[in-house]
């Protein structure tokens, strides 16, 4: 290569600078040299660049290459900083484990893989401290496993954790993984947590009598209700577990309602299929929300007023028939035919419509007007007795409330009394 001879001239200046201690003004501007940025790094070192951009976490966002290696061949030695100089053990039990680089990747701190761990649990728990508590308050199979047969990776992401239908049958074949969580929180399975929003159908997987019952005389508490609205918690638990009917049945809101002892007769699932039976004397219980028929035994007094209810209602809405104790005024009465007359709380207050009562009924105790009704060729053989004995047993119509007056004044005022000429309403003569 040939030199020009300016080019050997300013060599032999700068020869000549140097040998005086003078540095030249090329020479000078070559020394000053920029300071290196991450974006440097990133031009050798692209893969730790890539996992930083990546999954860097704080260890991108906090930090930057040069807060941890602060110099680099030839000018400095490599130094690669321990975890501790940031991580101090004092700060957290979970820096005060060793092999920190078992699980983390200094570029890529979120932990992927917890294979590697040969104590999983041991290392978990000092940061998932919750999670330990949850273990020793509510010990189930689960405390006894290793983080690691649930948690194939670190996070709740898809695919971190092995959902509960992995390794549980399902109660319903319709189960999601968070219809599982509604109830069962993974690290405490037996202690249950409701909330409103959970189905009935999951609670009859394993309580199914009961939600049959339920379904089938619930009443109110099917369909104004929910199960986790009664029960709040599930045992284990201690409270919130069985509610107390006051909670919703409040004693001012009734009279009945601060009647004692609610389960005696209502079973909370089949609250309206009422079991008397365990109740002595019952009578002072049915009155509080049966008023009107305590009034009519207190108005009209018989042998059924000094009774207890469940002498004749065995079940709630449900009655004995008369026939059951009474015998019939004829063999061939129905219950039905009693009731035309007489009524179960009031039996001495006779009271019956106009129409629809057999004379045979009437006769059964009325024996002779009866037959004489029978030998009658007059129309009133042909009536019922309640078309004059009206309303009420023993009301007795006046003759001119039919006939007014038929004769002439004279007969009237002579012959006051109908029956001098005519026998009788049953025996009747024209």
Known sequence: MRFHPSHLLTVLLSVLLLSSGQTPAWAAAEQTVPPLTDADC?????????????????????IGCFDCHQSHPPAGKAVIPSCSDCH???????????GCQDCHAPHAPGISDLSALPDATAACLTCHEAVGKDFKQHPSLHADQACTDCHCGHGLASGQFSPCLDCHEPHQESMQQQ???GCHA??????YAFSPSTPTRWCAACHEETVANLDAHGGAHKTAITCSDCHQNHPPAESGVIPACADCHAPGAAEHYRVDGCLRCHNPHEPLRIDMSAVSPVKPICLSCHAAPGREMHNWPSAHAEMDCNECHAEHGLASSCLDCHDGHSSDMAYADCLKCHQPHS???????????????????HRQPLKELGATDTEHGNLECVFCHRRT??????????HGQPHDAGIHRQFSDCNHCHQGPHALRN
């Open 347 to 365: 039996p001495t207050a006779l009271q019956f419509g106009q129409s629809g009562i057999a004379p045979q009924l009437c006769g059964s105790c």
């Open 393 to 402: 047993h023993k009301v007795i119509l006046s003759c001119d409330n039919c």
């Open 186 to 191: 993974p690290h405490r399975p037996t202690a």
């Open 42 to 62: 990133i031009k050798c070192h692209r893969q730790p660049a890539r996992d930083i951009a990546e999954r860097g976490g704080a260890h991108k966002t906090a």
């Open 179 to 181: 219809d599982c969580t």
């Open 88 to 98: 101090g053990p004092k700060d957290a039990a979970h820096f005060a484990l060793q």
